[in-house]
C-alpha cells in the first residue's frame, strides 16, 4: 500500500529515530492509514489476555486492593475482560473470592451447596448472606427431598424452623427435575437441552438427579437471564465467569496459595513482582508450570525487550509490561529500572512477536500492557503495540471496587484508591510485590489516593469498549489482529507531538468548559 502522507513514520523508524528516547501517550500522533468504511460497532474488540484465554475486550482489572476483588470481577467478567483478584488477603480469602466468582454464573452449577431437612432455616439464611446463593437443594444422605429458595422463608418469621417445615417436598417439584441421562451427553447441547426444559417449566430452578434420585446439579433461570443481557461476558468451558488470582515471588508462600486457588477455579495466576524478570520470579514461574502444566502464568512487571524474553524462555503465558508508570506509583522517584509506557510497550511487544515467529510458537504469547491508562486515547496508542490493557485506577471509581467511599469540598463523590507499594498497602501484605522485608527502612513506592466515582460498570465500561473501538475505526482497523499487522508492516504511521501540539491537542481557548464525561 502507498504511505498516506510521506511524513509519518513506520513504528519501525520511529523508535528508530527516538531510540534512547522514552516516550509516552502524549509524545504520539497516529495519523490515519486509509479510509475508513465501517461503522464504530462494527469493531471487534476479541484478543487473548494469556496464550490459552480468550477475552472478548482487550482489558485486565489489576490485582489491587482497591480494584479487584469478587464484585467487580463479576462485574467486569460480564462486560468481557477478566481482573486479577489481588493477594492482600490470606489465603481462605482469596480463594474464597475467586469461588464467589465462579459460581456466579454457572452453566451447570456441580456441587451446589445443599441443606438437610433437619437444619434450621436460620442456616439457609446465612449462606445467602455470606454467598448470595439462595436457591438450595435438601438432601437426606445423598438424595434428593425438596428444594428451598429465597421465596419459602421469611428471615424474620422463619429463621428458628426447621428446612423441612418450609421446603418444597419432592413430590411438587416432579415438573422441574431431569435425569442426567435424559440429557444429552455433550456441551453446548447439553446446556441448550436443560436451559429448554427450565424455560418451559416455568420454574426458577431445573433439578438434574442421577439415576438413584441424587442431586447431581442444576441450572437457574437467573443465569440463562444473566447470559441473555450480556452477550460479551467471558466464561470458562464449565460457563462460569473467567477470573484471574494473583500470587507473589515468595515461593513458599505460593506454592500453598496457588494450590487454593487453582482448586477453587482460578482460570490464570499472575505472580505479581513490581521488579519482575528475578531469578524468585523465575521459581515460583518454572515451579508453577512443573506442578500445573494447565495453568496459564502471567509473568512481570518488565519494561524492556530482554526482560519480557526471560519470562517467554521461562514458560510463563503472557507478559506485563510498565514499571514506574502507574497513576499511583512513586516507583520512578525512589527506583531505578522504570521506562515511559509507550516505549516498553513497544520494545516488549515486538521482541515477544519477533521471538515467537522465529520460534513458532502459535499463538503468540500476548503482552498486556499495565499502568498509566487514564484516557481512552492512551488505550488506542498502547494497543497499537499490546494485546491488553491493565487498568487500575481507570476502575477505582466503579461502584463494585472496594475503595471507600469519600466526598470533596465540592460535594463530588470519590473513592479512595492506593497503590500497593504504599505503606498501607504493603503493612496489608503487598510487601512481597516490592521485596519489602522490614518496616524499619521501609521506602514506599505508592502514594494514597483517591478517584472520581465512576457508576456502576455496567454504565462506565460500555463507554471504555466505544472509546477502544473509536480509536481502532479511526485507524480504518476492525478488530486488534489486523491493526497489529498494519503496525508491524509499517502501515501505520507515527509523529512526535510537540509541546505545543499538545497543547493544541488538548481544550483550548475557551474561558471556561465542562465535560459531560466522567474523564477529568
Ligand atoms: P494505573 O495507572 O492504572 O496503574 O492506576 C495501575 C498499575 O500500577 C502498578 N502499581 C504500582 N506501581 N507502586 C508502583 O510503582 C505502587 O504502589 C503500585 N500499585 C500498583 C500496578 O502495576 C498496577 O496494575
Redesign the pocket.
Known amino acids: 500500500m502507498d504511505r498516506i502522507d510521506p511524513f509519518g513514520l513506520s513504528a519501525a523508524q520511529f523508535f528508530q529515530r527516538f531510540s534512547g528516547e522514552s516516550l509516552t501517550f502524549d509524545d504520539l500522533h497516529v495519523l490515519q492509514p486509509r479510509t475508513i468504511d465501517f461503522g464504530v460497532d462494527q469493531v471487534e474488540l476479541g484478543s487473548r489476555i494469556t496464550r490459552n484465554i480468550r477475552i472478548n475486550t482487550p482489558l485486565v482489572a ?1 490485582p ?1 486492593e482497591d480494584v479487584s476483588e469478587w464484585q467487580l470481577a463479576v462485574a467486569v467478567a460480564l462486560q468481557g475482560f477478566p481482573a486479577v483478584i489481588h493477594y492482600n488477603l490470606s489465603i481462605e480469602e482469596q480463594a474464597g473470592q475467586v469461588r464467589r466468582v465462579k459460581r456466579f454464573e454457572n452453566g451447570f452449577i456441580k456441587e451446589p451447596i445443599t441443606l438437610s431437612p433437619s437444619e434450621l432455616i436460620s442456616r439457609a439464611i446465612t449462606i445467602r448472606n455470606e454467598t448470595g446463593i439462595s436457591t438450595l437443594p435438601i438432601v437426606e444422605g445423598r438424595q434428593l427431598a425438596g428444594l428451598l429458595t429465597k421465596n419459602d422463608y421469611s428471615g424474620q418469621k422463619h429463621a428458628s424452623m426447621r428446612v423441612a417445615e418450609r421446603m418444597v417436598p419432592l413430590d411438587r417439584l416432579r415438573h422441574q427435575i431431569v435425569r442426567v441421562d435424559e440429557l444429552p451427553h455433550e456441551d453446548p447441547q447439553r446446556l441448550e437441552k436443560a436451559n429448554d426444559l427450565l424455560l418451559e417449566s416455568h420454574a426458577g430452578v431445573l433439578l438434574i438427579v442421577t439415576r438413584d434420585g441424587a442431586i447431581d446439579s442444576l441450572v437457574t433461570r437467573t443465569d440463562i437471564e444473566k447470559s441473555e443481557a450480556f452477550p460479551d461476558s467471558i466464561k470458562d468451558k464449565t460457563k462460569s465467569l473467567v477470573v484471574g488470582a494473583a500470587v507473589s515471588t515468595n515461593l513458599a508462600e505460593t506454592r500453598e496459595r496457588a494450590a487454593e486457588l487453582i482448586e477453587a477455579g482460578a482460570d490464570f495466576l499472575c505472580v505479581d513482582s ?1 521488579h519482575g524478570n528475578s531469578t524468585h520470579e523465575q521459581q515460583v514461574i518454572e515451579y508453577l508450570k512443573g506442578r500445573y502444566e494447565q495453568v496459564d502464568l502471567i509473568y512481570g ?1 518488565v519494561a524492556t525487550a530482554g526482560g519480557a524474553l526471560n519470562g517467554v524462555r521461562w514458560g510463563a503465558d503472557a507478559i506485563r509490561v ?1 514499571k ?8 520512578s522517584q525512589v527506583s531505578l529500572g522504570t521506562r515511559s509506557q509507550i516505549t516498553a510497550t513497544h520494545s516488549c511487544s515486538l521482541a515477544v512477536r519477533e521471538y515467537c515467529d522465529r520460534h513458532g510458537i502459535e499463538p503468540r504469547i500476548p503482552v498486556i500492557s ?5 484516557s481512552f486515547s492512551a488505550i488506542g496508542k498502547g494497543l497499537l503495540f499490546a494485546d491488553v490493557i ?5 476502575l477505582a471509581g466503579t461502584d463494585e471496587a472496594p475503595g471507600e467511599v469519600v466526598y470533596d469540598r465540592q460535594g463530588r463523590k470519590l473513592k479512595s484508591y492506593k ?4 505503606f498501607e ?1 504493603v503493612r496489608r501484605g503487598s510487601g512481597a510485590r516490592y521485596d519489602v522485608e522490614s518496616f524499619e527502612d521501609f521506602v514506599a ?2 502514594v494514597v489516593g483517591n478517584v472520581r466515582s465512576k457508576g456502576p460498570v455496567s454504565q462506565w465500561v460500555p463507554q471504555i469498549k466505544t472509546g477502544i473501538r473509536k480509536c481502532l475505526q479511526s485507524l480504518g482497523y476492525r478488530d486488534l489482529a489486523s491493526l497489529h499487522e498494519a503496525v508491524y508492516s509499517s502501515d501505520v504511521l507515527l509523529e512526535r507531538m510537540s509541546e505545543a501540539g499538545r497543547r493544541e491537542a488538548g481544550i483550548h481557548d475557551l474561558v471556561e468548559y465542562r465535560r459531560t464525561l466522567p474523564l477529568d
Open positions: 489489576s489491587m513490581s512487571n510498565g514506574g508508570v502507574g497513576s499511583i506509583c512513586s516507583t499495565d499502568g498509566g491508562y487514564g491493565m487498568l487500575g485506577s481507570m497503590g500497593m507499594g504504599s498497602a513506592e505508592g
